[in-house]
T-cell receptor, first 114, second 111 residues
Framework: DTGVSQNPRHKITKRGQNVTFRCDPI?????LYWYRQTLGQGPEFLTYFQNEAQLEKSRLLSDRFSAERPKGSFSTLEIQRTEQGDSAMYLC????????????FGPGTRLTVT | GENVEQHPSTLSVQEGDSAVIKCTYS??????FPWYKQELGKRPQLIIDIRSNVGEKKDQRIAVTLNKTAKHFSLHITETQPEDSAVYFCAAPSVTGKLIFGQGTTLQVKP
């Protein structure tokens, strides 16, 4: 499969626990984006990387959220001390440098905080 | 600020009819406008896009038009089929590369 992949697909956690999600972009894509989508809404930007450099973070990204892309390949998104308001679909997308806006999405990780 | 408005929020058409979804954007520097289709429980899929140097682009039954002066762009689906039923999102890029999405349009095609 040459598309964007994400793991896990579903995560149920109790409030206060930490969770980590992984995204594997399309192999030749240098840019990687994280978005969050809640029911009935469009994806909202969280952060993005060009290679291993994190170039922008949304104001939505509180200090409980951290993202990494240590070798410029896969990325992880960690949420510490989860809250019920964190329940959402977390989507990863990737794009090549030459076409930065042509973003292809992964299947997402659906997080439910109980 | 960066903003994308999308209308209508829901659209119901009879199979075979046309459907039109409209979006307006605020950043006049935007030069690329994608449309995504999202079926229930699935990822957003890029179905068509248009760049600012053209006014219209077609791909089989779908087309997108762009009016840079008015800062709006539209998705047109002709001869709709039940499998076109989904949520459609427009988007526009910010100068930093992220996409700003519209609120989505739920299209229902009745057989």
């Amino acid at each position: 499969d040459t598309g964007v992949s994400q793991n896990p697909r579903h995560k149920i956690t109790k409030r206060g626990q930490n969770v980590t999600f992984r995204c594997d972009p399309i192999s030749e894509h240098n840019r990687l984006y994280w978005y969050r989508q809640t029911l009935g809404q469009g994806p909202e930007f969280l952060t993005y990387f060009q290679n291993e450099a994190q170039l922008e973070k949304s104001r939505l990204l509180s200090d409980r959220f951290s993202a990494e892309r240590p070798k410029g390949s896969f990325s992880t998104l960690e949420i510490q001390r989860t809250e019920q308001g964190d329940s959402a679909m977390y989507l990863c997308a990737s794009s090549p440098d030459a076409l930065p806006y042509e973003q292809y999405f992964g299947p997402g990780t659906r997080l439910t905080v109980t | 600020g960066e903003n994308v408005e999308q209308h209508p929020s829901t659209l119901s058409v009879q199979e075979g009819d046309s459907a039109v979804i409209k979006c307006t954007y605020s950043d006049s520097a935007s030069n690329y406008f994608p449309w995504y289709k999202q079926e229930l429980g699935k990822r957003p899929q890029l179905i068509i896009d248009i760049r600012s140097n053209v006014g219209e682009k077609k791909d089989q039954r779908i087309a997108v038009t762009l009016n840079k002066t008015a800062k709006h762009f539209s998705l047109h689906i002709t001869e709709t089929q039940p499998e076109d039923s989904a949520v459609y999102f427009c988007a526009a890029p910010s100068v930093t590369g992220k996409l700003i999405f519209g609120q989505g349009t739920t299209l229902q095609v009745k057989p």
